[in-house]
């Protein structure tokens, strides 16, 4: 209480005092704030951040060093000048509007450092992710930032003279809906783009089928996706019209193994053939094939008795998507070799005339 009582006398005593002497004990306070904050983040902060296995901290911590050590000062030159000098006053708008304004630069050359550093540390692991080529929207993020910053900086800086920049905001503000309005279809498919990144329908290297092409996926972009179809023809289809296609992944129908695929193929052979018989060539068939895998689905049904057959359905995987029509190739003209070798019939569509 006797404390809180004399520290007030002072602080009334002080108030009345000459200008130089409060300039003086201002000074002499903000010089002592500014030793025994950098004593602090120098000595029990900074070893308190090395303990920490993840190094972004201390680097971080570089990058507001600049601020520590001087932000302290200023803020305290600020405080002084004001509280001693009337406001609008040289003396006030010389020292105590320029800390500030160097307070201001200092923070925005800290952000900024932190922007250009930390960014492409968020951007690379997200590439990794979702293996999207994001080095164009780093960029444009990086820039948009560096000129808020720097914007925000020089306008607070005006401020403290007084300067109005209501007329450069409201400018600024206009000029930003015109670009948004010119860029509404670039910002749906950016949109578009960054939804997919999070929902991952595919990535580069799996076989898909989407819009009508069928193909391999060769390059994700944040506006389009590219597909190199079986005929080397590279199909460029923009991410706003995937967002709302049917996407067959080839890739991701199997968890264990995702390059495995289903084969499947109906086969017709005519009606005298022994069902038995012609199962037992087909699987021989496909237990030999160097594209098949052992599958417990793997199976040959008697699908249907037609007019001109039988119909049989074989149900087969391969190891590898990327081999499948190899493997329906050698699959189809082992059947062929062998059906003739054991006299089965492959029928083809005909028309028989009878006469009475």
Not at 49 to 70: A, T
Not at 177 to 189: D, N, P, T, Y
Request: net charge negative; glycine share 6%.
């Amino acid at each position: 209480m006797v404390t809180s009582v004399a520290l007030s006398a002072i602080w009334q005593d002080l108030n009345v005092a000459e200008w130089w002497i409060r300039l003086s004990v201002g000074l002499a306070l903000s010089v002592i704030g500014t030793i025994i904050i950098n004593i602090i983040a120098k000595g029990p902060l900074l070893k308190f951040i090395s303990i920490s296995e993840n190094k972004l901290d201390d680097r971080l911590f570089e990058h507001f060093r600049p601020l520590i050590n001087v932000g302290s000062l200023l803020v305290g030159t600020w405080l002084t000048f004001n509280w001693v000098f009337e406001s609008g006053t040289i003396p006030q708008l010389a020292f105590g509007g320029g800390s500030v304004i160097l307070l201001l630069w200092i923070s925005a050359k800290c952000l900024s450092n932190i922007v250009v550093e930390f960014i492409p540390i968020f951007f690379s692991h997200w590439d990794d992710d979702t293996e999207i080529d994001l080095i164009g929207i780093q960029n444009g993020v990086i820039a948009v930032s560096n000129v808020v910053i720097w914007s925000a900086a020089i306008m607070m800086s005006l401020s403290q003279f007084d300067i109005d920049v209501t007329a450069v905001v409201a400018s600024a503000t206009v000029l930003s809906l015109v670009v948004g309005m010119a860029l509404q279809e670039s910002a749906s498919g950016l949109v578009a783009g960054a939804l997919m990144a999070f929902d991952k329908p595919f990535k580069r290297g799996d076989k898909v089928i989407v819009a009508g092409t069928k193909g391999r996926i060769t390059d994700i972009g944040l506006l389009s996706t590219s597909i190199k179809t079986g005929e080397e023809r590279m199909v460029i289809i923009p991410n706003k019209q995937l967002a709302t296609e049917v996407i067959e992944n080839y890739a991701q129908g199997n968890t264990d193994n995702p390059e495995q695929m289903n084969l499947r193929h109906r086969l017709q052979v005519g009606k005298q053939s022994d069902p038995v018989i012609v199962k037992q060539i087909i699987m021989d068939i496909l237990t030999e094939c160097e594209y098949t895998m052992e599958h417990e689905k793997t199976e040959i049904l008697l699908y249907d008795i037609l007019d001109s057959g039988l119909m049989f359905r074989i149900d087969c995987w391969i190891s590898d998507y990327n081999e499948e029509r190899r493997a329906r190739d050698w699959i189809l003209c082992e059947i062929i070799k062998r059906f003739n070798e054991s006299n089965i019939e492959l029928p083809y569509p005909h028309i028989e005339i009878s006469k009475d």
